[in-house]
């Protein structure tokens, strides 16, 4: 099994900057690629950004412009830079493979609260 470690979520205020960071805990990067995810309160899991093997990327519409995605894939990871943040983006953000369904479990998340 795979488990991926998220980090770097906080408190920021609108407008502000945050940097998650992702580490999957075995080699998959290059098989499945690694995407950020997120939840909000009500809400279905949505894509975020994601990294293909290949180095390919993909943003939801929403953070096109705003967030960028930096891969390691000799480390599995994936960084997710976040600027120019809204209350929108408020939500618990995962990471797991570039493309669903994943074969792998959840990890716990990082929460990110854009807020005055």
């Known amino acids: 099994q795979v488990q991926f470690v998220e980090s770097g979520g906080g408190l920021v205020q609108p407008g502000g900057s945050l940097r998650l960071s992702c580490a999957a805990s075995?080699?998959?990067?290059?098989?499945?690629?690694m995407g950020w995810y997120r939840r909000a309160p009500g809400k279905q899991r949505e894509l975020v950004a994601s990294?293909?093997?290949?180095?390919?990327?993909n943003f939801a519409d929403a953070v096109k412009g705003r967030f960028t995605v930096i891969g390691n894939s000799g480390k599995n990871m994936l960084v997710l830079q976040m600027n120019e943040l809204k209350p929108d983006d408020t939500a618990v953000y995962y990471c797991?493979?570039?493309?669903?369904?994943?074969?792998?479990?959840w990890g716990q998340g990082t929460q990110v609260t854009v807020s005055s």
């Open positions: 797991n493979v570039a493309n669903l369904p994943s074969p792998f479990d």
């Open positions: 075995k080699n998959i990067f290059s098989t499945f690629g």
């Open positions: 990294m293909s093997p290949t180095g390919v990327t």
